[in-house]
């Protein structure tokens, strides 16, 4: 029996013209199994690519990593000064610099990480059984509601986004904060997740296209299930698949 495959559609029209270096790679998968802790496998693949990253980046300032640089002129541009608030890949490749291994959350959002240290790419996922069509790269609105997934106990996880802050969205809330700080606690990854949504996103460094093929061959090593690709761009702002 052949399973109905889910449609996406995303939109990053609202940005190209203030950003027009903006890409990003949207991966689907679907029918996953997704193991709960890291297979030995992966985790020997992950030691390799965190070796890799300190024999490429070891004694290079974080600020002089093109991708890196590509992500702090774009939060600049939107407003976002404080150092606090780093782009997802920064903090990823600033941990294994500092010899901290990448976080064992499971197999998939394993993966993905690796994906994102090699390509010194932001790389985020979303559980698609969660989402509300259509998903979008926009500025903020009045109304956005965010549940910040890394909210201390006792600390109030409501923190929607600023004025003029750049968001991903699906139709009912926001996903991720300051494009791509910090996920909303909704859609979080887990080992129940069986469709999931991927995001491989560039301000104009980077080989999204390469980084999506790189996953999808983590995933069905790892993950099972099957993967589809599309890329939207300034000349493509508009993809479904």
């Known amino acids: 029996m052949t399973l109905a495959r889910m449609t996406v559609t995303l939109s990053i029209a609202e940005l190209v013209s203030s950003f027009p270096a903006f890409e990003v790679a949207v991966v689907v998968a679907e029918g996953l199994a997704i193991p709960a802790e890291r297979p030995d496998a992966l985790d020997a693949e992950i030691l390799r690519r965190e070796a890799a990253c300190r024999q490429q980046w070891g004694g290079t300032d974080l ?73 979008a790269f926009r500025f903020s609105r009045p109304g956005d509601s965010f549940i910040d997934m890394a909210a201390e106990p006792g600390e109030d996880p409501n923190d929607p986004p600023k004025d003029g802050e750049v968001v991903y969205a699906d139709a009912a809330h926001v996903l991720c904060r300051r494009w791509n ?25 980077g080989d999204v296209r390469a980084a999506a093929r790189d996953l999808c061959d983590l995933l069905a090593a790892h993950c099972g299930g099957s993967t589809r690709v599309a890329v939207a761009s300034a000349e493509r702002p508009d993809v479904s698949l």
């Open 63 to 135: 600020s002089a990593i093109p991708g890196i640089a590509a992500w702090r002129q774009a939060y600049r541009a939107f407003g976002i000064k404080k150092t606090s608030y780093r782009c997802s890949v920064e903090r990823i490749v600033k941990n294994v610099l500092a010899e901290r291994s990448l976080p064992r959350i499971n197999g998939f959002v394993d993966a993905y990480n690796a994906v994102s240290l090699s390509g010194v790419l932001c790389v985020g996922a979303d559980d698609l059984d969660t989402l509300v069509q259509p998903l």
């Open 181 to 205: 700080w910090r996920q909303d606690a909704r859609s979080i990854i887990t080992p129940a997740t069986r469709h999931a949504v991927v995001t491989l996103q560039s301000n104009g460094v």
